[in-house]
């Protein structure tokens, strides 16, 4: 399984690339190269152009800024992981990460390969929906900034121009008294998540919750923000009486998705299963620091 | 159209400098230009980890990588693992009294997944040395063994450093560090 | 029943008796002695072969189930960089343009199928090969084989084994009349007699799907033609290398002495790899034709195509019992989905049905075998070879009987169990060996208690009932199994002592893993007085041995381990008469320590075996005194006189959390008696291997097809193997129930982790639904269909809403 003929292009610097994704026709970028290049084996996909990112380190970092934590597109997942300012600002993170993949896949794997590829199962756009993610792109023409929620265009295609790309992301870290759980249901440690849940929440001065960030992946093309449990959660203690309600909004849903190995009944109630038992493990954290 | 392009890597402390092919695979590289048939290929899809080694110390997926990316960089395959006596290494030496090879076609990646995690922890529980390897597929020992060989490697190298712990950072494996 | 032994049974030899070894090399765990080179990546797999000038293929193949072919143009595809030439099945020699051979043949089969070499007219499944590209490189072999076009006429493809056998169903091959490849219909007994006089019936209908082996390496030939002697050799990651030889002698019309396999390291087996396919054909032929060395490596997407695999069953089965739970006697109607083509007959689905029995007495047996043609992949043995199925059906099924009955699960097997004074026990049914089932050795009672005692199963009800009371599902199951192996008609070995004084072993058994190399240098050590450092085992090389069969099946212990042992006693006979003869004194006088030979009373007169191995290569012209032959060597070829039956039991207990339909094993133990065991410690790795094999049945692997008979599952992240975190470490107990049948005693012990497993997994699931009323009887029971009984069930409805 050897990929077919491409012309690899290597730049060193961002504008180098932007020039390249301005003017080549049936380009791939390469980024960790751990979906993109299986899917090459298979012969899957067939670009003429291969522009590989993995020199260009102006791509790579992480760094707070203000009530941001900035990552650039390329860090690798594992960078990311084990990051103590990642830990300390969005604990979501790592523990998202710790059913991402295997160690191997991490190591070279970037969170903007991850977020471009859009696989609906990935566990990485989840947390950057449930953290309010903002994605910079970047083109010859200048920048912008997209807002997860309107990251995915269509199944498996993000809302970037032929001519951008994507340089960093931006995720909004909650404040240090909040409460957190990503889980998800896998066949295997390590598998695409059939359905994963990422959850944030903070409780005020009476327990009662205030703010909630429920995301859900594994269900539709794009990452599923329960904002109307979300809603409904305001204001509400985190005890057994909001467990039906979880139950009911995402009975609610109108759409979700289904293949030939999992049916979206059982999407369905896995995603009730995973997003009740993740706010009950993140209620419990957010009471341990109030 | 297909370019080669010149690479300059080092493979288990020897550097190289080659023409490469640039839809080559590194796996396909280190076995078919190097000749180090050592790293194996079992999927070309990045599932089974048979193709695993060390580039700049961490674990990747040889079958994953174009030979070309590797260039400027350390890669260290199965052939790099053992002491320079050519003798086994300690990792090596506990597979072998652990039984935790049968076909052998898993055992590299799995020994340079081990290499790196014990690198990085030198008393590792069993569900850590389970978990290191859920990457690395095996259809014939069960993993069991393999986790045991980890756990005894594991023992001896903390052994082996409470005794001179400069020699034993050398003793995770070749060319690793 | 009486046993009458033909030989002797093993027994240390006399030579070494007087404590002069500190150490008995068979039985011990004695460490590998291929890993040296393996741990350092110095092992020769097929790919590693450095061959100069190699050349490498590509094949291009059928992406329609069923179709006709109307043209191909590879007139682009040759202009292609790095094309060398391009094969279609006109430019085949006349002996390849026939199909294949059935490698088992059986007069059962009214319809042969078989694959061709390349396609000639009509494919049969997705995969079958309809040109073979040789270039400069693997990827050049894809280029030119993505730009051959093929003009297909799609036919209807038969996709359900159950469907292919209406009369309105296509059929897979447009000349045939029906899709039934077999209908084997045996049994004995009465069975309207036995089912009318039955105080109760039981039936149910049971499905089981497995896939394929998945060793980590697949398939693989190489092959170099030599023009100044003739010579082909073919290099092959196969399991069989004279079935292969055979096979391709016929297919090139080839001299005998002038081809040869070799069979290096291979990086698991566990049955596809036994078959002769098209592909090896096709890489031979090309190196003579193109006068320089061709390889073609299966990528995995080929192997989830090509490589033999198992699949669909179906099992309806009915016991007729008495109201006690005594069996009187068991029908069975068996539909096993064969795939488009029987390169090893009938006989994996034979096995199966043949295995119903297991360890009970089943006095009357009816049973109606349908093997049926579909336009998929060919099916053949995958490790536990069609036994997997059988003990899930039979173990599922007297877990109903004892529901039914309200009897213990473990009660209703004892009162059915062949019992140790019935040994050997003819169970009733020919076996795929063509001889009586008859159970040698083996005690199912008590095989079934030490597994039951190391699981706690008497304790379980309160570890469930506590459980329970904290919202979890807990269960516990167990099945048992028979397993015949050792399997004839024989596996040879030589010994030689070589002129330098080390010791040769030559053998055709074909390792993949199973450690062949060590315990052959344990038996023959034991036979020579050496050490095993002192011996060198070469298998596989079809020149260095006229014959031989295969490693499968878990027969090589038992054949040529015997005939290792055989050669190597008769090798120390020799050594001592020359040695007598030498040193003058009598043959008891001598003993054989670490290569030399020395009268005990009188060390100092010695011969070393490099000294007699010289001797006894003879000088020109001088004849051997009586009592002495040339050579220090030997060939034995043991021919059991029928299969080896053993046997074990399995006990899962697992956690189900009913809301994923996900398991975790929380314990696992099993029993298992493979009579007198040469090296323990790899025994041991069998098993613990193995039983991941069976995990991978019972929840993971499942071969999926479409409608249109288009394999689905075709990567590993679709079709799942079990990894470290889904195999727990298996507890194990053994017994020891040493077989008469060959002189060491032992029997196989590669596949008896595997049998059992998903009944024993499926069991535990079901025991953790207690109070649902749910009898489950499919394998793989994966989580999101566990999920769907449970939720046409009634079950989430019946369930508080999900606990936090």
Not at chain 1, 83 to 99: F, H, I, R
Not at chain 1, 245 to 269: G, K, L
Not at chain 3, 133 to 156: G, M, S
Not at chain 3, 547 to 574: C, E, H, P, Q, W
Request: aromatic share 6%; with cysteine.
């Amino acid at each position: 399984m050897k990929p077919a003929r491409f012309q690899y292009h290597r730049p060193t610097q961002l504008h180098e690339a932007l020039e390249m994704v301005a003017t080549l026709q049936n380009y791939k970028i390469l980024a960790g190269g751990q979906s993109l290049m299986p899917m090459m084996n298979f012969r899957f996909v067939m670009p003429d152009h291969v522009i590989d990112m993995n020199r260009v380190s102006e791509l790579s970092g992480i760094h707070e800024d203000p009530g941001r934590l900035v990552i650039g597109a390329m860090t690798r997942q594992h960078d990311i992981h084990r990051s103590a300012l990642v830990a300390k600002l969005c604990p979501l993170v790592p523990e998202a990460y710790d059913q991402v993949s295997h160690r191997q896949i991490r190591n070279r794997g970037t969170l903007g390969g991850s977020l471009c590829h859009l696989d609906p199962a990935s566990e990485q756009p989840c947390f950057t929906s449930a953290l309010d993610g903002e994605i910079q792109v970047q083109s010859l023409k200048g920048q912008r900034t997209i807002s997860i929620h309107d990251w995915t265009q269509m199944y498996m295609t993000p809302a970037l121009e032929s001519d951008e790309i994507m340089t960093r992301v931006t995720l909004k870290p909650w404040a240090q008294n909040h409460g957190w759980s990503f889980l998800e249901y896998a066949r295997r440690h390590g598998d695409y998540a059939i359905v994963g849940v990422a959850v944030l929440v903070a409780l005020d001065a009476s327990q009662q919750i205030e703010r909630v960030s429920i995301s859900l992946c594994g269900v539709a093309a794009a990452p599923l923000r329960l904002s109307a449990l979300e809603s409904s959660l305001l204001g509400q203690r985190g005890d057994d009486r909001i467990f039906p309600e979880v139950h009911q909004h995402i009975e609610a849903i109108e759409e979700i998705m289904h293949d030939s190995y999992n049916s979206s009944t059982y999407r369905r109630h896995l995603a009730q299963t995973l997003t009740a038992r993740a706010l009950g493990i993140a209620l419990k954290r957010a009471l341990m620091v109030h | 159209m297909q370019e080669d392009i010149q690479i300059h890597l080092t493979v288990n402390g020897k550097p190289h400098d080659c023409s490469v092919s640039t839809r080559k695979s590194l796996a396909d590289f280190l076995r078919q230009d190097l000749k180090l048939t050592g790293t194996h290929v079992g999927c070309e899809h990045g599932v089974c980890g048979a193709c695993t080694v060390l580039v700049n110390h961490q674990t990747a997926r040889a079958c994953l990588m174009l030979a070309v990316q590797a260039d400027q960089c350390e890669v260290t395959t199965v052939e790099g693992l053992a002491n320079a006596d050519q003798t086994l290494s300690v990792l090596q030496q506990a597979f072998k009294e652990s039984h935790a090879l049968q076909c052998g076609f898993c055992t590299p990646g799995m020994l340079t997944t081990l290499t790196e995690l014990l690198a990085e922890n030198l008393n590792p529980t069993e569900d850590e040395v389970r978990e290191a390897i859920t990457g690395n597929l095996c259809r014939c020992t069960g993993y069991q063994p393999i986790i045991q060989a980890g756990l005894l490697a594991a023992q001896r190298l903390r052994a082996l450093g409470e005794q001179a712990p400069a020699q034993a950072s050398t003793l995770t494996g070749g060319s690793t560090r | 029943m009486s046993v009458t032994r033909t030989f002797e049974a093993y027994a240390p030899p006399s030579s070494l008796s007087d404590n002069e070894r500190p150490q008995q090399y068979i039985g011990s765990p004695v460490q590998r002695t291929e890993d040296d080179a393996l741990l350092q990546g110095l092992g020769q797999y097929v790919d590693d072969l450095k061959l100069e000038g190699v050349l490498h293929a590509a094949v291009l193949r059928s992406p329609h189930a069923h179709a006709t072919i109307d043209a191909i143009d590879t007139s682009a595809a040759r202009l292609m960089p790095g094309v060398v030439k391009i094969y279609l099945y006109d430019d085949l020699p006349e002996s390849a343009k026939k199909r294949l051979p059935v490698l088992v043949p059986n007069p059962a089969i009214k319809q042969v199928m078989t694959q061709e070499v390349l396609a000639s007219r009509e494919v049969l499944c997705v995969g079958d090969p309809v040109a073979f590209v040789v270039a400069t490189q693997r990827c050049l072999a894809e280029d030119a084989c993505d730009a051959i076009v093929v003009e297909y006429q799609v036919l209807p493809a038969v996709a359900d084994c159950l469907h292919a056998l209406q009369a309105s169903s296509p059929t897979i091959h447009s000349d045939i009349a029906s899709n039934m490849a077999a209908n084997v219909k045996m049994g004995f007994g009465d069975i309207g007699d036995a089912f009318a006089k039955a105080a109760h019936r039981v039936r149910d209908t049971f499905w089981i799907n497995r896939g394929s082996a998945h060793p980590m390496e697949t398939r693989g030939y190489a092959a170099r033609f030599d023009p100044a002697t003739g010579d082909l050799c073919v290099w092959s990651s196969g399991q069989t290398p004279h079935l292969e030889k055979k096979n391709l002698i016929d297919v090139l019309a080839w001299h005998p002495e002038k081809l040869r396999v070799i069979i290096n390291d291979v990086g698991g087996g566990f049955g596809p790899k036994v078959m002769f396919y098209p592909e090896e054909a096709l890489v031979a032929h090309a190196a003579h034709d193109l006068g320089q060395p061709v390889k073609w490596i299966e990528d995995r997407r080929e192997h989830f195509y090509t490589a033999t695999q198992e699949r669909d069953q179906w099992w309806d089965m009915e016991l007729a019992l008495t109201a006690e739970g005594k069996i009187l006697g068991l029908k069975l109607i068996m539909t096993h989905d064969n795939g488009a083509y029987l390169p090893w007959g009938i006989i994996m689905p034979y096995i199966g049905v043949t295995t119903t029995p297991g360890p009970y007495v089943i006095p009357c047996i009816d049973v109606d075998l349908r093997v049926v043609y579909t336009n998929k992949n060919a099916t053949s043995p995958v490790r536990g070879a069609g036994r997997p199925q059988a003990v899930f059906a039979m173990e599922r099924i007297m877990d109903k009987v004892a529901h039914t009955l309200g009897m213990d699960r473990a009660r209703i097997r004892e009162i059915n169990f062949v019992q140790t004074e019935q040994m050997p026990y003819n169970n009733g049914f020919i076996y795929r060996d063509g001889k009586p089932m008859v159970y040698d050795t083996g005690d199912y009672p008590q095989c079934q208690a030490l597994a039951l005692e190391l699981a706690d199963y008497e304790n379980f009800p309160t570890r469930q009932a506590a459980a329970r009371q904290a919202g979890r599902y807990v269960g516990i199951g167990f099945a048992n199994f028979v397993e015949g192996t050792g399997l004839g008609p024989f596996e040879g070995a030589t010994v030689r002592i070589q002129q330098d004084g080390r010791v040769t072993v030559l053998t055709a058994a074909c390792p993949q893993g199973q450690g062949h190399k060590t315990i052959f240098a344990q038996i023959c050590a034991d036979q020579l007085g050496v050490p095993m450092s002192m011996i060198d085992v070469i298998t596989a090389d079809t020149s260095t041995i006229s014959m031989g069969i295969g490693t499968f099946a878990s027969r090589i212990t038992a054949t040529a381990g015997n005939s290792v042992y055989l050669a190597g006693k008769s090798v120390r006979d020799k050594v001592l008469a020359l040695g007598a003869f030498l040193l003058q004194a009598t043959p008891e006088d001598l003993t054989l320590r670490d290569g030399v030979c020395f009268v005990k009373s009188n060390p100092a007169l010695s011969k070393t075996f490099a000294e007699l191995a010289r001797v006894s290569q003879g000088m020109p012209g001088f004849s051997f005194p009586p009592g002495v032959t040339n050579g220090l060597e030997d060939t034995q070829y043991f021919s059991p006189s029928q299969s080896t039956y053993c046997n074990g039991t399995a006990v899962a207990e697992i956690e189900l959390d009913t809301d994923t339909g996900q398991i975790k094993i929380i314990r696992y133990c099993m029993s298992h008696d493979s009579g007198n065991l040469i090296n323990p410690l790899l025994v041991d790795g069998q098993i613990q291997g193995s039983i991941a094999h069976g995990i991978g049945n019972a929840t993971l692997e499942w071969m999926r097809y479409d409608e249109q008979a288009q394999p689905i599952s075709t990567n590993f992240a679709e079709y799942l193997l079990p990894t470290s975190t889904d195999v727990p470490h298996a507890q194990l107990v053994h017994l020891s129930s040493p077989t008469y049948l060959n002189p060491l005693g032992v029997k196989g012990a590669g596949e008896g982790g595997t049998i059992p497993a998903a009944a024993a997994i499926v069991s535990a699931i079901e025991n953790a639904l207690t109070g649902t009323g749910l009898f489950l009887k499919e394998a793989p029971l994966t989580p999101p269909r566990l999920f769907e009984i449970l939720h046409e069930s009634g079950f989430f409805k019946a369930v508080h809403a999900p606990r936090a």
